[in-house]
């Protein structure tokens, strides 16, 4: 059986090629995770999983020290400047991490609690944890425990979260606060939105534009002004 480290070192270049391709279609997103970050002069700001460091560029301007940690080694390249980690083991010092967001990715997170446990650790006092994740029994749970997962070849099975992460979190020693963020995706047309999630999420069974238009269209979609998908992250702020 594959494991998701297999998966994302085989979906990566895929996942990457979509983002250098459209580096703005999810300005909303990217930028609603940075809202939330607390940032002084020389902040330390940890990014993971990062996938190819594309938070670092809503970061620019804003004086900070960007780290960018994968569990994949798919983004670990000079290109990137992406090192490679465990998910209950990164090689920073205990207190030395100012923010961490973890955007998109708490889905594929199998060790949670050690997880949090490791972030808990790199964490400076008062520091925060955001996580930005898709919520359990929501919309893009179907789009990508069901669409996705039948037109990836290697399936797609998250783990979206629930009221359990956030006890877990209480748990490992975080206040926790939730809030749930809509946006959108944005593209010029729906050509080009089409080849962005067939790019992302490395649709190689080839669904027809019809039937990927039809899932797009059950997440919500506008025409005017370029063509916007719906999206919504839940956001969990969790400060040591
Ligand atoms: C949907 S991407 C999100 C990347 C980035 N944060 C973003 O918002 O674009 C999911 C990331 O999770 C990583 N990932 C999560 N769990 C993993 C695991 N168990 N093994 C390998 N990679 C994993 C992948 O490498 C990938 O970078």
């Known amino acids: 059986m594959q494991n998701y480290e297999q998966i994302f070192n085989r979906r990566g270049k895929s996942y990457q090629l979509a983002m250098e391709k459209y ?30 460091g ?6 620019l301007n804003k004086n900070v020290h960007y780290l960018g940690y994968d569990f994949s080694g798919e983004f670990d390249d000079n290109h990137t400047g992406i090192r490679k980690c465990k998910e209950a083991s990164i090689d920073l ?3 030395s991490v100012d923010e961490v967001v973890s955007l998109a990715a708490l889905h594929h997170i199998s060790e949670r609690e050690a997880f949090y446990s490791e972030m808990y650790r790199v964490l400076k006092p008062g520091g925060q944890l955001i996580i930005g994740d898709v919520a359990s029994g929501s919309k893009l749970e179907y789009f990508l425990n069901g669409f996705l997962d ?17 006890i877990e979190l209480r748990q490992s020693g975080f206040r926790v606060d939730k809030q749930e963020e809509v946006y959108a995706w944005r593209f010029a047309n729906a050509n080009e939105a089409m ?46």
């Open 23 to 52: 580096p703005h279609a999810r300005d909303e997103e990217f930028k609603t995770a940075v809202r939330k970050l607390i940032l002084k002069p020389n902040s330390a700001v940890l990014d993971i999983p990062a996938g190819g």
């Open 93 to 95: 010092e205990k207190n």
């Open 150 to 166: 039948s037109w990836n070849s290697m399936g797609h099975q998250g783990k979206f979260l629930k009221e359990s992460d956030i």
């Open 195 to 240: 080849d962005y999630f067939r790019l992302l999420f490395c649709l190689d069974l080839n669904p027809t534009d019809r039937e990927l238009l039809k899932a797009l269209k059950n997440l919500g979609v506008k025409e005017e002004n370029g063509f916007s998908v719906s999206w919504g992250l839940t956001f969990l702020i969790c400060q040591k």
């Open 54 to 59: 594309y938070l670092a560029s809503y970061l």
